[in-house]
């Protein structure tokens, strides 16, 4: 879209492509994180759905280099994986997004803080369901 308008700046474009979608803004998160626009990212991936997966490695991918952004990347993963979101999700994919949360919550001190913001996160997840039970066994929550 850059090169189709070289005289608009890129965030204005998105800005543009968010309001040209309403419901539908989580499919601008990459386009808003690769613009550095980290909180506009976040903001985005929590409006509307957006791919567990993809929050997941932008979490992994992030966690050294902007741990702030990859806490709340890996906890909207998280979020929508426990709302149903995803297609064909493992375990496998609950713990990438797990992990690379805390890590980059230990990276700023913040790991008792992100342990309870999950803990509250599966509270209300059914307890027959798989993904939130890996969460619970990755926070020590038992069956």
Do not use: N
Not at 107 to 113: C, M, P
Request: aromatic fraction near 6%; hydrophobic fraction near 45%; proline fraction near 5%.
């Amino acid at each position: 879209m850059a090169e189709k308008y070289p005289h608009k700046p890129a965030a204005e474009i998105l800005a543009d492509l968010v309001k040209a979608t309403p419901g539908e803004e989580g499919k601008w998160f990459t386009a808003a994180r690769d613009l550095g626009r980290y909180d506009l990212a976040i903001e985005l991936a929590r409006t509307s759905p957006c791919d567990p997966r993809t929050l997941a490695r932008a979490a992994r991918d992030y966690a050294a280099k902007e741990p702030a952004f990859a806490v709340e990347a890996g906890h909207a993963a998280l979020e929508w994986l426990v709302k149903g979101y995803g297609y064909e999700i493992t375990a496998a994919d609950v713990r990438m997004a797990y992990s690379a949360a805390m890590k980059a919550a230990e990276a700023l001190g913040r790991v008792r803080e992100t342990k309870e913001r999950l803990r509250q996160l599966i509270a209300a997840a059914p307890r027959a369901d798989l993904l939130a039970q890996v969460l619970r066994d990755e926070l020590g929550l038992g069956r």
